[in-house]
C-alpha cells in the first residue's frame, strides 16, 4: 500500500505539469489582452505596451510559463495581473476557505441525504417509504443548482423574510460565530449537495439489494442474527464500494458547481474568483486555481482508493 501511495503521488507530478500547460496554452489561443482590459480601452498603445513589460506579458511563452512553474515550486503562485499586482496566495488564504468549507459541507450532506434513504429503501423495497425515496431522488436528479439556489432565496424572502446573513455582513468565519457561520453556509451546501445525494440514494440502494441477495447475507438471516447486524455489518461495507467511487468522483462536480452557487448565494470564494479571472485573462490566477483544483481532484480519488481496502479487506495494491 506505502508503495502504491507514493506512485500514486509522484504520478501528481506529470498529471500538474500537463494541467497548467493546457490552461497556459488556452489563454495564448483564447482572443484578448490583459493589459488593455486592466489599464482600459482608451489608453494609448505606448501604455499598453509599457503596462505588458510590466506585467510581463511581453516575454516569450515558454519564459513565462517557465517562471511560473519555477516560482510554484518556491511556493510562489504568483500575482494577479488585474488585482493591482496582489499575491495569489493573499487572495487564496482570503477565499479557499469559504469554498473549502461548502465543500466539506456539501460532502457531509451528500452521505447523511444519500446514503441512509437508499439503504432504508433496499431493505423496505415496495413500500411508501421506497418509493417517497425513489421520487426524492428523481427530483433531486432533475433540479439545476443554480435554480433550486434562487428559489430557495427567493421563497426565504417572500414568504419568511429572511436572506442569507452574507448579504448584509459579509463572510463569518466559523469561529467568530458559529451560528451565523452554519446559516451562510448550510443552505449553499445543501443545494449544492443535492443533485449529489440523490446520485447516491440511487446507487446505495440498487448497491445494497445486489448484497443482500449474496450467499453469506442469507447465512447471516438463518443464523438468527438482527436485522441491524445484517445490514450494517455484512452488507453495508460491500454495498458502499461503488458509493465511494461515485463520491470521489463528484469531487470534480463539487468544485465546478461551488462556482454557481457561490455567484448566487453572493460568497466571494474561490470558484468565483476564477471566473472572474477568466474574464479579465488574469492567467497567473486561473493557472494557479487550475492547479488547486486539479491536485484536490487526484487526491480525493487517492483516497477513495485508499478506502477501499478498509472497505474491502480483500482489495491489495501491490
Known amino acids: 500500500m506505502r508503495s502504491y501511495i507514493i506512485r500514486r503521488l509522484l504520478l501528481l507530478i506529470p498529471i500538474m505539469l500537463g494541467v497548467s500547460f493546457l490552461t497556459f496554452a488556452a489563454f495564448r489561443i483564447i482572443p484578448g489582452d490583459a493589459a488593455i482590459l486592466r489599464c482600459g480601452f482608451g489608453c494609448t498603445p505606448e501604455v499598453v505596451e509599457a503596462l505588458r513589460h510590466d506585467l510581463g506579458l511581453d516575454q516569450p511563452w515558454y519564459q513565462q510559463y517557465g517562471d511560473w512553474v519555477f516560482g510554484i515550486v518556491q511556493g510562489d503562485f504568483g500575482e494577479s495581473i488585474t488585482e ?17 468549507e461548502i465543500l466539506i459541507m456539501s460532502i457531509i ?3 447523511v441525504l444519500g446514503v441512509p434513504p437508499g439503504i432504508l429503501s433496499a431493505i423496505r423495497p415496495g413500500t411508501p417509504l421506497d418509493f417517497i425515496a425513489r421520487l426524492g431522488s428523481v427530483v433531486g436528479l432533475s433540479i439545476p443548482n443554480f435554480w433550486l439556489g434562487t428559489l430557495v432565496i427567493t421563497f426565504g424572502l417572500v414568504w419568511f423574510g429572511w436572506t442569507p446573513p452574507q448579504f448584509g455582513s459579509g463572510y463569518v468565519p466559523f469561529y467568530d460565530d458559529p451560528w451565523v457561520n452554519l446559516q451562510q453556509f448550510f443552505f449553499p451546501s445543501l443545494v449544492l449537495a443535492t443533485g449529489i445525494a440523490a446520485g447516491i440514494m440511487r446507487l446505495t440502494r440498487s448497491s445494497m439489494l445486489e448484497v443482500l441477495r449474496n450467499d453469506y447475507i442469507r447465512t447471516a ?15 453495508l461495507k460491500n454495498a458502499l464500494i461503488p458509493v465511494v467511487t461515485v463520491l470521489g468522483l463528484s469531487i470534480g462536480a463539487l468544485i465546478s458547481g461551488s462556482v454557481l452557487v457561490e455567484t448566487v448565494f453572493a460568497l466571494n470564494g474561490v470558484g468565483f474568483w ?9 492567467i497567473f490566477v486561473v493557472m494557479s486555481l487550475t492547479l488547486i483544483f486539479a491536485t484536490t481532484y487526484v487526491v480525493a480519488n487517492l483516497v ?15
Open 84 to 100: 493591482s499586482g496582489l499575491p495569489v496566495t493573499t487572495e487564496l488564504g482570503r477565499r479557499l476557505p469559504i469554498t473549502g
Open 304 to 318: 477513495v482508493d485508499i478506502a477501499y481496502g478498509w472497505l474491502d479487506p480483500r482489495i491489495r495494491y501491490a
Open 274 to 282: 476564477v471566473v472572474a479571472s477568466v474574464i479579465r485573462r488574469d
Open 221 to 235: 438471516w438463518s443464523k438468527g442474527l438482527r436485522e441491524r447486524t445484517v445490514v450494517i455489518r455484512h452488507a
Open 109 to 111: 450532506l451528500s452521505v
